[in-house]
């Protein structure tokens, strides 16, 4: 079975703290993905990477960086918590072929 | 402007009879979708996939239809059980693409 395990379930940050998101998976797939959920809104993916050291811009990707140092870890930054940016986080991950996504836990985030 | 559209927000069904939860998307390159059901403050889990070249995918209790001229896929849970209570996405994602685009989500309740 694929396991996607995240940091943490629960964070309470305050504005302007620099936050890590950390996330890791055990089946070496190549692609790993950050998205952000918020109710009526769905999933909306913030960066992606398909290869250490390699990221791409998702559809929300402001206020955001990543890393990708090592296959199976893949890290969300927050470089300044805003309010704005409470929510539920999910990690993500999927070979190249089949294209299916297995999602950790989720990190639910509230900044103060 | 949203790719994928799931446009009931939430469904009602008895135990014992058939869910169908809808998906419409607008971009005729999507070769590859996806169901996943997700109960609150945990991940999505993967349900149920469909590839362009079927029009129909099984696994036990559900089945997941594709009209490719209609853009639209559902899914059919049959029996639905309260267990199933959840919300429902339904994503996308064009071919040899690794992102997917996902709808809004359908809240599903079954009630005993």
């Known amino acids: 079975d694929v396991k996607v395990t995240q940091s943490s379930r629960y964070l309470v940050k305050r504005t302007g703290e620099k936050v890590f998101l950390e996330c890791v998976q055990d089946m070496d797939h190549e692609n790993m993905f950050w998205y952000r959920q918020d109710p009526g809104l769905g999933l909306r993916l913030i960066y992606f990477?398909?290869?250490?050291?390699?990221?791409e811009k998702g559809d929300i990707p402001e206020g955001y960086s990543v890393s990708r140092e090592k296959k199976e870890r893949f890290s969300l930054i927050l470089e300044s918590a805003s309010t704005n940016q409470t929510s539920m986080y999910l990690c993500a991950s999927s070979l190249n072929s089949p294209r299916t996504q297995y999602f950790g836990p989720g990190t639910r985030l509230l900044v103060l | 402007d949203q790719q994928v559209k799931q446009n009931s927000p939430s469904l009602s069904v008895q135990e014992g009879r058939i869910s169908i939860l809808n998906c419409d998307y607008t971009?005729?390159?999507?070769?590859?979708f996806l169901w996943y059901k997700k109960y609150p403050a945990e991940g999505p889990t993967f349900l149920i996939s469909i590839s362009s070249i079927k029009d129909k995918n099984e696994d036990g209790r559900f089945t997941v239809f594709l009209n490719k001229s209609a853009k639209h896929l559902s899914l059919h849970i049959v029996p639905s059980q309260p267990g199933d209570s959840a919300v429902y996405f339904c994503a996308a994602s064009e071919y040899n693409f690794n992102k997917f685009y996902f709808g809004s989500g359908t809240k599903l309740n079954v009630k005993p």
């Open positions: 990477s398909y290869d250490v050291k390699m990221k």
């Open positions: 971009n005729s390159m999507f070769d590859y």
